[in-house]
């Protein structure tokens, strides 16, 4: 599920003589606002925090600016120094040949680097006046592989409000099975289908509405829902997860 920051390791790996080969892609994911910042020139890539599509107090009254600054540069910010931290841990250990601290790294690569995957996708995911239904060709598959519209939102919304008290509810793609699926994440990294492509993330950590919302979290999966779900941007990562 951390695919393209996987693929953002891997270029340095590649190095600058590998930046024509993935220039396609490199090209592409910044629209859907990935998580992969791949920067011409740069031998060694260090993940960056993405800017945001939209003003700190762009979703308000929804999601108060207070909240929206504090959990992209801190909470993100934090996963993504952690990530980068750890990355090059593991690369300084591999050079010395010391590979004690395995269990841990291996665990933060993880914790980290799926935090920073599904923040950058959540982003993305929500807008100034969205929310609604899916429509087009996402809507028909939602239809097909739930039932019904209402029945995925029921089950979406039921995924949020009982995920755990650290975790994400998640509509994912799974293209080996060619199965959409709703999944509850614990932490950043437990709980889904390995291969499955999220398309949209809802953060039900309390950093994500504590401000505005308390203790109420199902008011905030309610106003995500119906005030700010990006639609458009949920149905490209469907159609580019399908290929
Ligand atoms: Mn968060």
Redesign the pocket.
């Known amino acids: 599920m951390i695919t393209r920051t996987s693929l953002t390791t891997r270029r340095s790996f590649f190095g600058v003589a590998g930046a024509g080969s993935l220039g396609l892609l490199a090209d592409r994911l910044p629209e859907l606002g990935s998580s992969a910042q791949l920067l011409a020139g740069q031998p060694v890539a260090e993940h960056v925090l993405p800017d945001l599509p939209y003003a700190y107090d762009a979703l308000e009254p929804h999601l108060d600016a207070a909240t929206l600054r504090l959990?992209h540069q801190k909470?993100?910010g934090g996963a993504l120094r952690g990530l980068n931290r750890t990355e090059s841990q593991l690369a300084e250990n591999a050079e010395k040949g010391d590979f004690s601290k395995s269990r841990e790294l291996c665990r933060a690569l993880a914790y980290y680097g799926s935090s920073h995957e599904l923040?950058s996708i959540f982003w993305t995911n929500m807008k100034a006046d969205g929310g609604g239904s899916a429509e087009g060709e996402l809507a028909k598959r939602i239809a097909e592989d739930f039932g019904s519209l209402s029945a995925f939102e029921q089950l979406f919304v039921a995924a949020c409000n009982t995920a755990p008290a650290s975790g994400w509810g998640m509509l994912a793609y799974h293209p080996g099975f060619d199965r959409l699926q709703v999944l509850q994440v614990a932490d950043h990294e437990n709980g889904v289908v390995m291969g499955t492509v999220p398309l949209l993330a809802c953060?039900v950590?309390e950093?994500?509405y504590y401000l505005k919302y308390q203790n109420r979290r199902a008011d905030w999966v309610k106003v995500f829902m119906a005030e700010l779900v990006n639609w458009n941007d949920v149905a490209a990562r469907y159609a580019r997860a399908k290929g």
Do not use: I, L, P, S
Request: charged share 10%; glycine share 0%.
């Open positions: 959990h909470h993100h923040h953060d950590w950093h994500a």
